[in-house]
């Protein structure tokens, strides 16, 4: 897969302009996501939270899972939490948006 980070940022930071509920927070967490899956040329991740709240810069578990949930119910992302330590959740980049 070529993704096109590009694409990527620019749909999301035009679509954030007008969401007033995205915070700094959610930008760092969906950034991360971006670079690593453009990095491992894929829209989708499985990943334990420790990789992602590293490279997104964030220490702490609660704020990251905020984050994570609300990214997924506000549509930038698809999130699927595994509940099981050993086995990491599952993030789909959705296609650029329009």
């Known amino acids: 897969m070529n993704m096109d980070i590009a ?3 620019e749909g999301f930071f035009t679509n954030i302009s007008a969401d007033a509920r995205i915070t700094v927070t959610h930008i760092s967490v ?3 996501i971006l670079q ?3 990095k491992l040329g894929t829209n989708c991740l499985a990943m334990f ?3 992602l709240m590293q490279i997104a810069k964030i220490s702490s578990g609660k704020t990251y899972y905020k984050a994570v949930r609300e ?7 698809r999130y ?3 509940f099981n330590k ?3 959740s599952r993030i789909v980049l959705p296609d650029p948006f329009n």
Not at 71 to 77: A, K, Q, R, V
Request: proline share 8%.
């Open 49 to 51: 939270s420790f990789e």
């Open 30 to 32: 969906y950034t991360a």
């Open 71 to 77: 990214l997924n119910e506000f549509g930038y992302i």
């Open 36 to 38: 690593t899956t453009y």
């Open 86 to 88: 050993n086995r990491p």
């Open 80 to 82: 699927e939490p595994s």
């Open 7 to 9: 694409k990527h940022l």
